[in-house]
């Protein structure tokens, strides 16, 4: 017999009576483990599966309580316990706002190495898994897709990497073309047509610049400019000069597309800060990484758009969250809400439950805390996101994101 997989993950002892309850620990299902015991270097990578190797006949699908078992990988251990651990508390706020009447979660610690994700995916499919949700990470998720296709499982990943999506396997998160595209479409909606990006050295970096051609050529926008950049120690080397020239060229508003955040983000408006009295300003365009508590501190980014989730559908989630673990959650934590969420739709779709591939990229897609979302065919996520722009001091929606997909969504 082939060894099992997936390592041997330690029991959980609930945080709290209905925390446990919601996670299925007496019924002996709770399979992640929290206490950060599992070292990386002792996991060692997963054998090949050979078409001669024998494989543990999988649990049964449902819980004696006839829920369908749905397994949640999140790093539990590692660098990034800490966004597991909120995340797994938001699936938990899921089940027990009513995913719970037809699903059950099993949490299983995806480390933060692909190898760990892979024994991960092995040790849900032996468990009785009817669907897998995560990963989180892109190259975690990438090596987890081999073995979901092969085990014939689909996966839903919570990584925003466009690149790894392909049929049977969903990137959720945020993914930087969707977020682009939208905000480009606002820009060219009033009246832009000029259009730069000033971007990191970085595989996002590329995304972003190619979903900006995407999204403003088709539609009578010019690229005048794209230039990368590098940032380390606090300093951003990059032609910013030539982007500066494109933008004071001429006296139409050019749209620069700047999507970073933190001390990137700073770094890179000072070198495109623009100072002669008469030249035109650029309209500053960005993405869902814009979306953090501090934006409004940035001075150069008053006036400027950028797509995300309206914050207002999450706002209750946070309050509930935060009232019951005393702490906000991670930004991240409404993915694992809103899966589970999904899987309990799924779960309802018809008798038996139907997980498949067509089930997960019915048209009419699904509603989150992050707005409605869709899978398409080839694994690419479509979401409904709204238009905000940066104030002196908050947030503001200036162009609501669809409440369906009746109209285009990008």
């Given at each position: ?31 992640g483990?929290c206490?950060?015991t599992m070292?990386?270097?002792?996991t060692?990578p997963?054998s090949?599966?050979?078409?001669t190797?024998?494989r ?6 449902m ?7 749905v397994a ?26 009513g ?8 949490p ?9 994700a ?6 849900a499919?032996e468990?009785?898994?009817?669907i ?7 190259n975690?998720a990438a ?5 979901a ?10 990584s ?8 049977g ?24 047509r000029?259009f ?9 970096g590329?995304?972003?610049t190619q ?8 539609h ?21 000069g030539?982007?500066?020239e494109?933008v ?8 620069v597309?700047?999507?970073?955040a ?16 008469d030249?035109?300003?650029?309209q500053?365009?960005g ?6 508590p501090d934006i409004?501190?940035?001075e150069?980014?008053?006036g400027?758009?950028?797509?995300a ?13 935060e ?15 809103d ?6 739709k ?15 990229t019915?048209?009419?897609?699904f ?12 694994g690419?996520?479509e ?10 001091e ?11 997909f009746d109209?285009p969504?990008?």
């Amino acid at each position: 017999m082939l060894r099992s997989l997936a390592p041997t993950l330690p029991d959980r002892t609930p945080r709290r009576s209905f925390a446990g309850w919601l996670t299925m620990a007496a019924a002996g299902l709770l399979l992640g483990g929290c206490a950060g015991t599992m070292q990386q270097a002792s996991t060692p990578p997963p054998s090949p599966i050979t078409a001669t190797a024998t494989r543990p006949e999988p649990a049964p699908r449902m819980t004696s309580t006839g829920k369908f078992k749905v397994a949640l990988l999140l790093p539990l251990s590692g660098r990034a316990r800490d966004i597991g651990m909120s995340m797994q508390e938001a699936a938990e706020l899921a089940i027990f706002d009513g995913a719970g009447r037809d699903v059950a979660i099993m949490p299983i610690d995806s480390g933060d190495s692909p190898g760990r994700a892979v024994a991960a995916v092995y040790r849900a499919v032996e468990n009785g898994a009817v669907i897998i949700l995560g990963p989180l990470f892109g190259n975690s998720a990438a090596a987890a897709a081999e073995a979901a296709r092969e085990s014939r499982i689909e996966m839903v990943s919570f990584s925003n990497d466009d690149a790894i999506a392909q049929p049977g396997v969903y990137p959720m998160g945020l993914g930087v073309h969707s977020q682009v595209r939208r905000v480009a479409e606002y820009a060219l909606s009033k009246g832009i047509r000029r259009f730069a990006a000033f971007t990191p050295a970085s595989t996002y970096g590329e995304q972003a610049t190619q979903a900006l051609r995407e999204a403003v050529t088709p539609h009578g926008g010019t690229f005048v400019a794209a230039e990368r950049f590098r940032f380390a120690g606090g300093n951003l080397s990059g032609n910013a000069g030539r982007v500066v020239e494109a933008v004071t060229k001429g006296t139409d508003t050019t749209a620069v597309l700047l999507p970073v955040a933190g001390p990137e983000l700073s770094a890179a408006t000072r070198a495109l800060d623009i100072t002669a009295p008469d030249a035109k300003k650029p309209q500053f365009v960005g993405t869902g990484v814009w979306d953090t508590p501090d934006i409004t501190s940035e001075e150069s980014l008053v006036g400027a758009w950028f797509a995300a989730p309206d914050p207002a559908r999450r706002a209750a989630f946070e309050r509930k969250y935060e009232a019951v673990h005393g702490k906000p959650p991670h930004r991240l934590a409404t993915l694992a809400y809103d899966a589970v969420t999904m899987a309990a739709k799924l779960a309802r779709a018809r008798p038996g439950g139907d997980f498949s591939a067509t089930a997960l990229t019915n048209p009419a897609g699904f509603s989150g805390l992050d707005g409605p979302f869709r899978f398409r065919a080839d694994g690419r996520v479509e979401r409904a996101l709204a238009v905000l722009e940066i104030g002196d001091e908050s947030l503001r929606v200036i162009d609501p994101a669809p409440t369906s997909f009746d109209r285009p969504a990008f």
